[in-house]
């Protein structure tokens, strides 16, 4: 599966994650509750552990097994996030990420999010893109409805967000057609 190695919208460029991200996203991100309250991680509390996680994503880029992408500013060449394509089922991609709390309520998310699932639908093999998101993170629900992906269903239970709770949690399922 080829996914392009660089992507540029509006105001960010999209560029495989790479080691000198880790810092940056420990800092903004990764340690920080609020901004990982709706992920599947929990809360970093050193920058190693940062660094094995972005390691991880660099082994599997190279092996195709997720492309993880930095979410790099153009007007102040800082890091906003990260989001990434995942391949499933050899027909279908999954999308998701974080964004930085400086960076939240901008636009960005969704802005990357588009350029991702524009690129992931132009893929001739790929026929839909999918999403989840938990019931009450609106951000995310949102950015998803505005670049036309539509909420399909409820998935009870699905995932466990750790710096929530340890019981599964409810997440809206959304996706977009080619």
């Known amino acids: 599966m080829k996914v392009p190695a660089h992507i540029e919208t509006e105001r960010?460029?999209?560029?495989?994650?790479?080691?000198?991200?880790?810092?940056?996203?420990?800092?903004?991100?990764?340690?920080?509750?609020?901004?990982m309250r709706y992920l599947e991680w929990r809360v970093h509390t050193t920058v190693e552990q940062t660094r094995r996680l972005v390691?991880?994503?660099?082994?599997?880029?190279?092996?195709?097994?997720?492309?993880?992408y930095a979410?790099?500013?153009?007007?102040?060449?800082?890091?906003?996030?990260?989001?990434?394509?995942?391949?499933?089922?050899?027909?279908?991609?999954?999308?998701?990420?974080?964004?930085?709390?400086?960076?939240?309520?901008k636009g960005y998310g969704r802005e990357a999010w588009r350029a991702l699932v524009d690129s992931a639908l132009g893929m001739e093999e790929i026929y839909s893109v999918w999403a989840v998101c938990d019931v009450e993170n609106t951000r995310s629900k949102r950015a998803l409805e505005k670049i036309g992906m539509q909420c399909e269903a409820v998935l009870r239970r699905y995932v466990v967000r750790p710096n929530i709770s340890p019981i599964p949690r409810d997440v809206f399922y959304f996706s977009i057609l080619k």
Not at 22 to 33: G, Q, R, T, Y
Not at 55 to 68: A, I, L, P, R
Not at 78 to 101: D, F
Request: a negative charge.
């Open 12 to 35: 960010l460029y999209l560029r495989p994650i790479g080691e000198k991200d880790a810092e940056p996203l420990f800092i903004h991100a990764f340690s920080k509750v609020e901004v």
């Open 55 to 68: 390691q991880n994503w660099v082994h599997h880029w190279d092996t195709g097994k997720n492309f993880m």
């Open 71 to 105: 979410l790099v500013s153009k007007s102040d060449q800082e890091l906003v996030g990260c989001s990434c394509l995942e391949p499933s089922k050899g027909c279908r991609m999954e999308v998701g990420g974080l964004i930085t709390k400086p960076y939240w309520g």
